[in-house]
């Protein structure tokens, strides 16, 4: 693990700041854990505004609940 990895775990860097430093340590890192740690943070950016907007619901549970969509109207 680097250190974007456990500075961001412990909680003393935000998304857009490790994102920041992972691309200034993306030739040191190697590709692998790189590409690993985009991904993740990525999603956690994702899951970050996913709770900014969507207070009280669960990302997964909305995604593959049809109703939702159906009650949402979206594709009208």
Known sequence: MCLVCIEYEKGKLKI???LRNIEEMKESIG???????ITFLTSEAL???WDEYHLGHDIEDVIFDDEYWKKSGFGD
Do not use: F, G, R
Not at 31 to 37: N, Q, R, S, V
């Open 47 to 49: 899951k970050e505004q």
């Open 31 to 37: 590709e692998e854990h790189y590409d690993e740690t």
């Open 16 to 18: 857009h700041e490790a």
